[in-house]
């Protein structure tokens, strides 16, 4: 995913700020955002609403079709850009003021908002200030809360990661779910984990990875699917459940930390084990298949017998025609616990909306139990309230998706947050290419201790010289 464009901090106005953020960002572009639908949003009860995935798109517009029938003054537009396309945009469009009202925001984008002061915190209107934060899942009112005290985002949805296996592949190999139901996972020699994702390795003679006369360099079937080194900087879609259930936690707090503890060895000796998969012949080479794909491609195709991927996945997935698709909680750690990295997006207000009360009122409906059951009926996500969730497991059941694997750590609470922080542009720029040479080069994981430092310079410096993001 394309990191935001590095924003400065504040000291001049808003606009005037994110000028300086996107001012590589080449003219065709700004202009275009003149043409965007947001270009009418002082239009009097227009209400634009961007989001950037087209699987969420028909139960949104649903939504607004229902939210329409209760507020007729109203007229809510949706708008839907690729993730690649959706910050860059979305940023000029704050420039040229002809950006969205509401919009779908990321909890590694909304910190340099918050500084920027281009979000309205949610207590500035009565509709969204009447929300309960309890009627949400625990923790997602957290992570939309910024070190202000002031909530930034009507939580919309939450996930966590698991395995997606293919059920034929499995059957072959002589395993039954119940193997991936009790595995663990150690940096030392991977554990029962790594004994089943050797043996669902078949290389192009028919042998397995636990087999005599395996042949590494020509693999047919890699037991577990890769594609990319960060999996979202933080490892979340791949190598993040086994780093947590190690010890390691990658800032110094939960939320809002100012120290990265990318130096840590309990972190070292995961990813050194994790990319060392591959060589074993157990897990693809880098840039063996186009990381763009995704793994979910190496699933449906047969290159790999089972991926670690996360929950906004699970229709993908469930759209698999050619086997049946069995998914499994990630493996038990050294500590003690099959944890999963928990995140959840949020629906947030543009502090210069043109129309205040209506966008309050649609992210306060975004947020209701009409909505967010409509949603969760549709089986693309997790909704984030509590009362949605079933609805949505329930989908994925009818689906042929088991659901369980994904909220189970949520229910035992052993899951970790992504990483909310600021400068989440800037880390992943210092981060990703570290650990693409750890997959693709093969150095030893230490070498983030040197990345650590530069990291955590970003926020000494931000702590001595307020002004030393300015442009």
Same mark, same amino acid.
């Not at 504040?10 to 994110?18: D, F």
């Not at 699987?55 to 007729?72: D, G, I, R, S, T």
């Not at 670690?308 to 086997?323: L, R, S």
């Not at 079933?390 to 992504?418: C, H, M, Q, S, W």
């Given at each position: ?12 106005s ?14 065709? *572009? ?12 002082a239009?009097?009860? #227009?209400?634009?609403y ?9 139960a !949104?517009?649903?939504?607004a ?11 809510v537009?949706i ?10 945009k ?12 509401v ?5 590694s ?9 281009v ?14 934060? %309890?009627? !949400? ?48 996972? @150690? ?9 089943v ?7 192009? @003679?028919?042998v ?15 037991g ?7 999996g ?15 010890g ?11 120290? !990265? ?11 050194d ?9 157990f ?7 186009n &990381? ?5 491609a ?14 906004w996945?699970i ?34 207000? *543009?502090?210069?909306?043109d ?22 009926r549709?089986? #693309? ?26 909220? &189970?750590?949520?229910?035992?609470g ?9 400068f989440?542009?800037?880390v ?8 693409? %040479?750890? !997959? ?9 201790t040197?990345?650590?430092e ?18």
């Amino acid at each position: 995913m394309a990191p935001v464009p590095f924003l400065p901090r504040p000291g001049r106005s808003a606009r005037a700020r994110l000028a300086l953020a996107v001012s590589a960002v080449p003219l065709l *572009v700004l202009t275009g955002c003149g043409t965007e639908p947001g270009a009418d949003a002082a239009q009097s009860g #227009v209400i634009d609403y961007w989001l950037w995935d087209t699987n969420q798109l028909p139960a !949104y517009q649903q939504c607004a079709e229902m939210f329409e029938a209760e507020h007729p003054d109203q007229d809510v537009r949706i708008t839907q850009i690729g993730w690649d396309d959706y910050w860059t945009k979305l940023t000029a469009g704050f420039i040229a003021g002809t950006g969205p009202d509401v919009f779908t925001n990321h909890v590694s984008k909304y910190p340099q908002f918050v500084e920027l002061d281009v979000l309205a915190p949610l207590d500035e209107f009565e509709a969204t200030a009447a929300l309960d934060p %309890d009627d !949400y899942q625990d923790g997602l009112t957290d992570l939309w809360t910024g070190p202000d005290g002031r909530q930034y985002g009507v939580p919309k949805d939450w996930d966590t990661v698991a395995l997606f296996y293919n059920e034929d592949l499995l059957h072959e190999a002589g395993l039954a779910p119940a193997d991936l139901g009790a595995w663990t996972w @150690n940096p030392e020699n991977g554990g029962s984990f790594e004994d089943v994702v050797a043996h669902l390795t078949v290389d192009e @003679n028919g042998v397995r990875g636990d087999e005599p006369g395996f042949d590494k360099d020509n693999v047919a079937v890699y037991g577990l699917g890769l594609s990319e080194a960060g999996g979202s900087t933080a490892g979340q879609g791949q190598w993040s459940a086994f780093a947590a259930s190690n010890g390691w936690r990658i800032t110094d707090e939960p939320l809002w930390g100012d120290r !990265y503890n990318v130096d840590d060895p309990a972190l070292h000796e995961t990813l050194d084990w994790y990319f060392g998969l591959a060589d074993k012949g157990f897990v693809p080479p880098y840039g063996q298949f186009n &990381a763009a794909e995704g793994v979910n491609a190496q699933l449906a195709s047969g290159s790999a017998a089972m991926v670690a991927d996360g929950a906004w996945m699970i229709g993908t997935y469930a759209a698999v025609e050619e086997f049946p698709v069995g998914t499994a909680r990630t493996p038990e750690g050294p500590d003690g616990t099959a944890t999963s990295m928990m995140n959840g997006l949020a629906d947030s207000i *543009v502090a210069d909306t043109d129309n205040p009360q209506g966008a309050a009122q649609w992210a306060a409906y975004l947020g209701s139990a009409a909505c967010q059951q409509e949603v969760g009926r549709a089986g #693309v996500v997790f909704p984030a309230r509590k009362d949605a969730t079933p609805l949505a497991a329930e989908a994925y059941r009818e689906k042929g998706i088991d659901p369980a694997p994904f909220t &189970a750590p949520v229910e035992e609470g052993n899951t970790v947050y992504f990483p909310v922080t600021k400068f989440g542009a800037d880390v992943s720029a210092l981060l990703a290419p570290a650990l693409e %040479d750890i !997959y693709a080069n093969r150095v030893p994981a230490a070498v983030l201790t040197e990345t650590n430092e530069a990291i955590n310079v970003l926020f000494e410096t931000d702590e001595t010289d307020p002004d030393s993001q300015d442009g």
